[in-house]
């Protein structure tokens, strides 16, 4: 059975009265809300307060959920938007992106492309590297800044992040294309080469 079946049974029989069916949901996708919580907020207690109050949120809203899109994509969307909200209330700036995730092949691999740390000019080349790409993601406009993160840290399909965005995926690839351009331009700036100089390094 296949993650979006078995979600939406578990959905179905949430909105038949079984509030157990959305316990076994929480279980599953706390960790994973927590974790793109945290791509906005700083405090670990207060990603898991918000991801607490999507999973509310979510539950308040499952009544209408009608199964157009996968419960995770319309998850996200929600825990997203909850993120967003409380960054906005509370004036914080997002938290450091998470370049040291595996990423799929189809990714766009950063990750590939800083790696030099075998001596120590390269451990702080690579901090560089990685500290001027969290301030190129973060001086993103929020559409590109969401559609690069889905993307490259959370490892969505453009499908999926299309989805979660609520736009066509040809609007999440204008998106991440306009992304990684802005970022490697940043790149350029600071090293004088791009990303094509940071991978000769390696």
């Not at 994973?32 to 898991?48: D, G, H, S, T």
């Not at 909850?82 to 960054?87: G, I, W």
Request: aromatic letters at 8%; one cysteine or more; proline letters at 3%.
């Amino acid at each position: 059975m296949s993650a979006d079946v078995s979600d939406l049974s578990l959905v179905r029989r949430v909105q038949r009265g079984d509030k157990g069916a959305f316990d076994a949901l929480v279980l599953k996708y706390q960790h994973k809300l927590v974790k793109l919580v945290m791509r906005y907020v700083r405090n670990p207690a207060e990603a898991e307060d918000i991801a607490q109050e999507a999973f509310i949120k979510a539950y308040r809203a499952l009544p209408q959920f009608r199964g157009d899109s996968a419960f995770y994509t319309w998850l996200y969307r929600i825990a997203i938007n909850t993120a967003k909200n409380a960054v906005v209330s509370r004036d914080r700036s997002p938290i450091e992106y998470d370049l040291d995730r595996n990423n799929t092949d189809e990714s766009y691999d950063m990750q590939g492309r800083m790696k030099d740390a075998e001596t120590p000019e390269g451990l702080v080349l690579t901090d560089e590297i990685r500290s001027t790409v969290n301030a190129a993601i973060d001086a993103l406009p929020e559409d590109l800044r969401t559609a690069i993160v889905l993307r490259e840290l959370e490892g969505l399909s453009y499908e999926e992040i299309a989805a979660t965005m609520d736009c066509p995926v040809g609007t999440v690839r204008s998106r991440i294309f306009r992304a990684r351009e802005a970022i490697d331009r940043r790149l350029r700036e600071v090293f004088e080469g791009g990303l094509g100089r940071v991978e000769e390094l390696g």
